[in-house]
């Protein structure tokens, strides 16, 4: 079964830093989705990354996908609190188009993200 | 507009009890599911259904039972509760458009206690 690796498991920053979280696959990504999640919510879509060297931003948010699309970054830009929250990343199996594998998502087990004013 | 939505939000009851979680979406997907997040914030797939048909079925005990009624709806029925069920489950759904899947949406939880 395919499984995803985050680094780091928690991150500490001050305002207005930068920083970055990975996503490691043991196996090609067929599509790799970051989900944010904050305390007591449910996640919320940021970006989805399907073709190797893609990469995608929102606001201060960039996204990528490397070549082998085996691994992804997710990149923050001059931090705010309102950034604070749990990252995840998740992602479908490569090359299978039909039955039940496709549909589901196998996550990673999240970034703790702490952003201090 | 809420796209994902679930009730009860929390839920405590005793262990044996049996529950139920209700998810509807009005996305107009055709592919609902059941995740389950437990204590270390790990999410899960339990089950999915598409065009209310089950596609998957994760190894979940037999006292889950989830009943998709139409293609918004997706509810999850729990028999005889234990301690280990607690945890926070995630209704979600996508849309399976020409054999992609696309996108998944998720819905706010539901934090389930057991005593």
């Known amino acids: 079964s395919q499984e995803l690796e985050q680094s780091p498991q928690s991150l500490i920053v001050q305002e207005g830093k930068n920083l970055t979280i990975n996503c490691t696959s043991s196996?090609?990504?067929?599509?790799l989705y970051w989900y944010k999640q904050k305390y007591g919510e449910g996640l919320i879509f940021l970006m989805m990354?399907?073709?190797?060297?893609e990469e995608k931003s929102h606001e201060k948010i960039t996204a990528k996908l490397d070549e082998k699309k085996q691994q992804s970054s997710l990149h923050i830009t001059a931090s705010q609190p309102s950034h604070a929250g749990i990252y995840l990343c998740?992602?479908?199996?490569?090359?299978?188009?039909?039955?039940?594998?496709?549909?589901?998502?196998?996550f990673g087990k999240g970034t703790l993200l702490t952003v201090n004013p | 507009d809420t796209a994902v939505s679930q009730t009860p939000k929390y839920l405590v009851t005793q262990m044996g009890n049996d529950k139920s979680i209700k998810c509807e979406q009005n996305?107009?997907?055709?592919?609902m599911y059941w995740y389950k997040q437990d204590s270390k914030k790990f999410l899960k797939i339990m089950f999915s259904?598409?065009?209310?048909?089950?596609?998957i079925n994760e190894t979940v005990p037999n006292r889950f039972s989830p009943k998709s009624p139409d293609k918004a709806h997706l509810n999850l029925h729990i028999n005889s509760l234990e301690l280990g069920d607690s945890a926070v489950y995630f209704c979600?759904?996508?849309?399976?458009?020409?054999?992609?899947?696309?996108?998944?949406?998720f819905g706010p939880g539901t934090r389930l206690t057991v005593l």
């Open positions: 979600a759904s996508s849309h399976d458009q020409l054999g992609r899947r696309l996108t998944q949406y």
């Open positions: 196996k090609t990504l067929y599509g």
């Open positions: 990354l399907q073709k190797g060297g």
């Open positions: 998740g992602a479908r199996p490569l090359g299978i188009n039909s039955g039940g594998s496709n549909y589901k998502l196998t």
């Open positions: 996305l107009g997907h055709d592919t």
């Open positions: 259904y598409n065009n209310k048909e089950l596609i």
